[in-house]
């Protein structure tokens, strides 16, 4: 039985958008869906959170003017509040909102969700790939 709800490498039904396993994307903070720090695709998960973004000021700045305060803790739903260069996963239509905008975070390409593609080209999250980390 494959454990959903707590932190480490995604099961091996779950693919990046370059084909390979899915990497976790942030366990500080801890991120996903499930909070277990992959930004897995889960059938309940109607935000679609499969883009893991690496937070910048600007889309910060920009995500708040939308209406989704990422800023702001929310102690009573276990949010931390996020700052630039903390990795979230994010709701792929926004990301590609922001995109659109001239916002966009960078993305980690190795822990976002092949179910990504069905709303972003690949080529689109390339040319917002962030920097591989060693």
């Keep these: 039985m494959i454990a959903f ?10 693919r990046n958008v370059l084909g390979g396993d899915l990497e976790a ?3 500080a903070p801890l991120t996903g869906f499930l909070r277990d720090g992959c930004c897995r695709a889960v059938a309940s998960d109607a935000g679609d959170h499969t883009v893991c973004a690496v937070m910048t000021r600007e889309f910060l700045e920009f995500t708040v003017a939308a209406g989704n305060d990422l800023v702001t803790p929310r102690p009573e739903w276990g949010f931390p509040g996020l700052v630039p260069g903390d990795r979230w996963c994010l709701c792929a239509l926004r990301w590609l909102e ?3 905008a001239g916002r966009a975070p960078p993305v980690v390409l ?5 179910r990504a593609l069905r709303v972003i080209p ?3 999250l ?9």
């Design 5 to 14: 709800d707590r932190p480490g490498p995604a099961p091996d039904r779950d």
């Design 25 to 27: 994307c942030s366990t």
């Design 98 to 100: 922001a995109a659109e």
């Design 110 to 114: 190795e822990a976002t969700h092949a």
């Design 122 to 124: 690949l080529d689109t």
């Design 126 to 134: 390339s040319r917002h790939a962030a920097p591989r980390q060693a």
